[in-house]
């Protein structure tokens, strides 16, 4: 299993460092324009997506996470499910208007099936749940998709406390009856339960225009 481990690892530098990168024409010029005005290199980009990417990404589970609190503190956890249902993507749509790039969580034992992976997302988490289960430090990576215009950032979404096993443990033992049932009635395909502390839950996923990552430099 160790070389996957060192096969996986520089396989995913690789690929964060453009190797894969096939840039469509138009784009490829104008944004080649503006890195050759700006004196950008790859690597540049690449530092910067990083650090937006993980600024964007927890300022949008920090806004989760409180109103989720708020909820849960309010009502008790059957009710913040319904709010969770109804309000949690419209609050991260919002945030990623507000920063013109494409912001998601995804996973593949989703509760909301719209948030499956894509076929670019799922190497992504098998990476990341490999790293989990061999105890390597998950770091957060961007790999070049769509040709090279846009950047995916990603970052590990963990079961970080006894807080998500309320709504994401085992039934019945974590999981009150009640809120089961809700969870059954808002979501009859869900996956997203029988988690442990510490397991991977999932991982943030922002598409980012490298255009914009330019525009920022
Ligand atoms: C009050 C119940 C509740 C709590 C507490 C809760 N979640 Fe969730 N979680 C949900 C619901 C409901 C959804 C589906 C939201 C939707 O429809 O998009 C969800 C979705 C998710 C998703 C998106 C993938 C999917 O399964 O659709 C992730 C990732 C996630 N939760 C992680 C966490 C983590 C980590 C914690 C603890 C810090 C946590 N959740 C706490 C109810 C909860």
Same mark, same amino acid.
């Given at each position: ?25 138009? $784009?490829?010029?104008?944004?080649? %324009?503006?890195?050759?005005?700006? +004196?950008?290199? @790859? &690597? ?13 990404? =927890?300022?949008?589970?920090? /806004? ?41 969580? =995804?996973? =593949?034992? &989703? ?29 957060? #990576? ?6 090279? @215009?846009? /950047?995916?950032?990603? +970052? ?22 009640? $809120?089961?049932? %809700? ?10 339960? @029988? ?14 225009? %490298? +255009?914009? $990552?330019? #525009?920022? /430099?």
């Amino acid at each position: 299993m160790k070389q996957l481990v060192s096969f996986l690892i520089p396989a995913l530098l690789l690929m964060a460092c453009g190797s894969r990168e096939r840039i469509s024409k138009d $784009v490829f010029d104008q944004v080649n %324009k503006s890195m050759e005005a700006k +004196k950008l290199s @790859d &690597a540049q980009i690449i530092q910067e997506a990083m650090i937006w990417g993980d600024s964007i990404s =927890t300022e949008a589970q920090q /806004l989760l996470m409180q109103n989720l609190h708020t909820k849960v503190n309010e009502n008790g956890y059957a009710e913040a499910l319904e709010f969770c249902n109804i309000n949690a993507v419209p609050i991260i749509e919002e945030l990623a208007n507000t920063y013109g790039i494409s912001i998601r969580r =995804t996973s =593949t034992r &989703a509760r909301n099936q719209a948030n499956l992976p894509t076929a670019d997302e799922v190497p992504l988490l098998e990476a990341y749940q490999y790293n989990v289960e061999n105890n390597i430090k998950n770091e957060s #990576n961007i790999q070049a998709i769509a040709e090279g @215009d846009v /950047l995916l950032y990603t +970052k590990a979404i963990v079961i970080s406390s006894e807080f998500c096993l309320a709504c994401h443990g085992v039934p019945t033992k974590d999981l009150e009856v009640d $809120v089961l049932s %809700k969870i059954d009635s808002l979501y009859p395909e869900d996956s997203a339960r @029988d988690f442990g502390l510490g397991d991977l839950r999932g991982i943030w996923s922002l598409e980012i225009p %490298k +255009k914009a $990552v330019v #525009n920022r /430099l």
